[in-house]
């Protein structure tokens, strides 16, 4: 079993400069060669997903206790099924996209090439820390550029592991991690990338976004937010119970697309809870014991995080809210209870900063106009969960919630269709991954007009505006 590492010493900025002068070096090269070259690339990551799969199951455990199964689903069956889904597609994204001719421009050809943007710079977080190092990395490689990583130093195994992943399979001048804190992340962003990937907190997002602003550098912002769950009363509660739980359970609720609260329709609210502590009963004490004793659920990834949402916990009681599940904590093990608490203060922290731990809010609503009402008046959610069996509730709730994705009837799993393109809307992000959705985020679309050497084209309104051009000119305008 892995245990966790220290991280290194953080690299010099003088030595930083010097590698990402050479990976632009490299991006040269790279922006001529084919899309062989990268599918070559990308299967040799996929095979060493594959080789080391224990590894990243160990790693995972050494930062913070996640299930090996969780491990499986979540960080390398996630990963390899986006890089199949961009072996299978690569040569056609990549191929020159034709496109119509105005009758005004009649004798002209046009279309879009895809091109590599350059060196591109991922910021990783640590809740999914390979896959979401992984993800974007599948589709810079697709588009042809060079990548530096830059991994979260809150789970420093997983950085060590990543970066003997690039050492083993990339050239450095290709692809390479740079581990450190801040510091160096600060370093990274005052360097002219040509992209930068960042999954985070808003707060720093911005922090990134304002780094890019110096270089006109074009940004992909994965956020997050208060995504809500809405229950209606024609929602097949038992269903609705256990997609939820498993949305907010998985990574311990340490995910930016886990349902934050619920808002449940005030005739249903009680069975739902029934159902609720009933499902994380079989979740997670399958055979009567706590829930601290089970080797499915994670732990919190370190002190600082558990001691937030226990004060988060603590205040939501202070403030009148009902614990109807859970509520156990144990600093020792970082470990926090799948908790649901019930009449929690709209104005209480609960209910007013991303939760990001296994702690659910339940909200009643008597009209779906209060439920619209209430989402709306927190800024624009990455993710929206509609539970019911209405159409015509369904279409109301999508139509009337603006949110960056959205399931029905589900939580989570729109983050792993791969022809979905995901992302933030407002607060929670900005730009799109996954798919070709990723491969355009990371490639400049190169819009190409061919004439004809010789051709008339648009010559005959060309100046001197004379009577006889004006009076062209003003055909074309009402005609063409």
């Known amino acids: 079993m892995l245990s966790p590492v220290s991280s290194p010493a953080a ?16 991006a040269e090269a790279l922006r001529h060669e084919g899309t062989e070259g990268r599918a070559a690339r990308l299967r040799k990551l996929g095979a060493w997903i594959t080789d080391n799969r224990a590894a ?8 913070f206790r996640k299930p090996a199964a969780e491990t499986d689903v979540t960080e390398i069956w996630s990963s390899q099924t986006e890089l199949k889904h961009t072996l299978r597609n690569l040569r056609q994204w990549a191929a020159p996209r034709k496109v119509g001719t105005p009758l005004a421009l009649v004798g002209t050809r046009g279309w879009v090439q895809a091109e590599p943007k350059g060196v591109c710079l991922i910021i990783a977080p640590w809740n999914y820390p390979f896959y979401l190092a992984i993800d974007p990395l599948i589709s810079a490689l697709a588009a042809g550029n060079c990548v530096i990583i830059k991994p979260s130093e809150m789970t420093p195994t ?8 690039c050492r083993e399979i990339f050239d450095p001048a290709e692809v390479t991690v740079v581990e450190g804190d801040k510091e160096v992340a600060t370093a990274l962003l005052r360097l002219h990338f040509d992209h930068i990937f960042f999954t985070g907190s808003p707060q720093v997002g911005k922090v990134v976004m304002r780094a890019a602003a110096e270089h006109l550098t074009s940004v992909t912002l994965e ?13 097949d509660l038992r269903d609705a119970a256990e997609k939820i739980v498993w949305g907010k359970g998985i990574n311990a609720g340490q995910t930016c697309v886990a349902p934050d609260y619920v808002l449940v329709h005030e005739q249903v609210r009680d069975q739902l809870v029934e159902e609720i502590q009933q499902v994380i009963g079989r979740f997670y004490s399958p055979d009567g014991q706590p829930v ?8 919190i990834v370190n002190d600082g995080h558990f001691q937030r949402l226990a004060g988060l916990l603590a205040e939501a009681r202070e403030q009148g809210a009902t614990v109807a599940v859970g509520g156990t904590t144990d600093a020792a093990h970082r470990f926090v209870e799948p908790t649901v608490l019930l009449d929690v203060a709209p104005e209480s922290r609960l209910m007013q900063e991303e939760i990001f731990g296994p702690l659910l809010p339940i909200r009643t609503f008597r009209t779906l106009m209060q439920a619209v009402d209430e989402v709306n008046a927190r800024p624009r959610p990455l993710a929206l969960y509609v539970f019911t069996q209405s159409q015509e509730n369904q279409h109301y709730l999508l139509q009337h919630i603006p949110a960056g994705g959205a399931c029905v009837n589900e939580t989570i799993l729109h983050l792993g269709h791969p022809d979905l393109p995901f992302g933030g809307f407002g607060n929670s992000g900005l730009g799109r991954a996954h798919g070709h959705a990723g491969f355009l985020a990371f490639s400049n679309e190169k ?5 004809r050497v010789g051709r008339t084209g648009l010559k005959p309104i060309y100046p001197p505006y004379t009577p006889q051009v004006k009076k062209l000119i003003n055909w074309l305008v009402k005609w063409l």
């Not at 956020?223 to 929602?235: I, N, Q």
């Not at 601290?292 to 732990?299: D, L, T, V, Y």
């Not at 819009?447 to 004439?451: A, D, E, P």
């Open 223 to 235: 956020l997050g937010g208060k995504s809500p769950a809405v229950v209606d009363d024609t929602a």
């Open 158 to 165: 997983v950085a060590a592991l990543l970066s003997r992943m």
């Open 11 to 26: 690299p010099a900025s003088h030595a930083l400069t010097a590698l990402f002068a050479r990976q632009q070096g490299r």
């Open 447 to 451: 819009s190409v007009l061919r004439q």
């Open 292 to 299: 601290a004793a089970s080797s499915s659920f994670a732990r």
């Open 56 to 63: 990243i199951q160990q790693a995972l455990y050494a930062d």
